[in-house]
């Protein structure tokens, strides 16, 4: 029994001796001939598996299993810097690997998040070491100037996307991209919008694009909450939205919303003030322009979240008092 126990060691040694002689020759072994040169998009939220696919659907890898197996062993496959890569020679993976942790990009990616704030946007761009920040000294109305925009104000006027830059880009030329972006969808729903809105222009859409963005992270939610919004404006009462509320404080914003920040009257509060604050809240998606400018037809005038993100509907107040002692007392 001993000698069996001995020989299936033995035998399992040998083994992982094997295996790691085949992966270190594996890992030095040029990977790609005849196929380069080609460009590999590492995408946000692309991670080693996903990478290793297209790695391998492009022909610059064999064996996706040991290219994966190699870069746990060697702590490489949470370290990939998103860009775009541009493979023109034949690398080994282990140069695959180091390259994509080195971030050796041909071009950059910068991404704005939808719901983001513009003072969340140029925090990202200065954290990005390979792009120009010209931005930096710049005041908000300087920086809209910079860009083209025709007004002192920026909020939401950016479209939420990943950019694409060559290295050492000026931060300019990403945000100039994104405000076009932005006036081109902003555009493309206001031609499309459902009748008798009460928006004068299309950038009256955006800030109420922006409030539905910040009130709900449920899709399918948006068009009803644009609804509700829609149907107090008709009626002349406030929008009594939080988000807007939340903006206003500022950087005095704790996470902890009081009732004395709702009494607190800033031109954002909109239980104070009647009507659309004067700018909008956030950066829109595409969806919650749409849903701005295509409400829901509801009767609904309340709504309260259940705390896991989506909404109880309401359309007069005993019936929202009633969901609010239910999901929030």
């Known amino acids: 029994m001993k ?6 060691v033995l035998l399992g040694l040998t083994l992982c001796l094997a295996g790691a002689g085949w992966l270190s020759w594996y890992a030095t072994r040029p990977q790609g001939v005849g196929v380069l040169p080609q460009s590999i998009h590492v995408r946000p939220g692309m991670h080693l598996r ?10 610059v890898i064999e064996h996706p299993l040991a290219f994966r197996l190699l870069a746990r062993v060697l702590g490489k496959g949470h370290s990939i810097k998103l860009g775009v890569y541009t493979l023109d020679r034949p690398l080994t993976p282990l140069q695959l690997l180091d ?5 050796e990009v041909s071009q950059i990616a910068v991404q704005f998040i939808e719901g983001w704030t513009l003072r969340e946007v140029r925090a990202a761009l200065a954290a990005q070491p390979l792009l120009n920040n010209d931005s930096a000294t710049l005041s908000e109305a300087e920086l809209a100037q910079a860009i083209g925009v025709d007004d002192t104000r920026l909020e939401g006027r950016l479209f939420p ?10 931060d300019l030329d990403v945000l100039r991209r994104a405000y076009r972006l932005q006036q081109q969808k902003l555009q493309a729903a ?15 859409a955006l800030i109420m694009a922006s ?20 149907n107090r404006l008709r009626l002349g009462m406030r929008l009594q939205t939080d988000p807007t509320v939340i903006y206003g404080l500022g950087e005095r914003f704790d996470g902890n919303l009081r009732k004395a920040d ?14 659309l604050p004067p700018t909008p809240i956030a950066m829109p998606s595409e969806a919650a322009i749409r849903a701005a400018l295509n409400p829901e037809k509801t009767d609904a005038l309340y709504f309260v979240s259940r ?23």
Do not use: C, M
């Open 3 to 8: 000698n069996r126990i001995k020989h299936i």
């Open 50 to 59: 996903a990478l290793t696919t297209a790695l391998e659907r492009a022909g």
């Open 99 to 103: 390259k994509f942790e080195r971030g």
């Open 161 to 170: 996307d990943t950019y694409f830059f060559a290295p050492h880009s000026s």
């Open 190 to 204: 206001w031609e499309t919008r459902a009748p008798d809105l009460p928006y004068r222009t299309p950038y009256e």
């Open 211 to 230: 409030i539905v963005e910040k009130e709900t992270g449920a899709a399918f939610e948006r068009p009803t909450i644009a609804g509700v919004f829609v």
């Open 262 to 275: 709702l009494q607190r009257d800033t031109p954002y509060n909109t239980y104070t003030r009647a009507g």
């Open 307 to 329: 705390g896991d993100g989506t909404h109880v509907f309401s359309s007069t107040l005993d019936a929202h008092n009633r969901a609010v002692n239910r999901y929030q007392r």
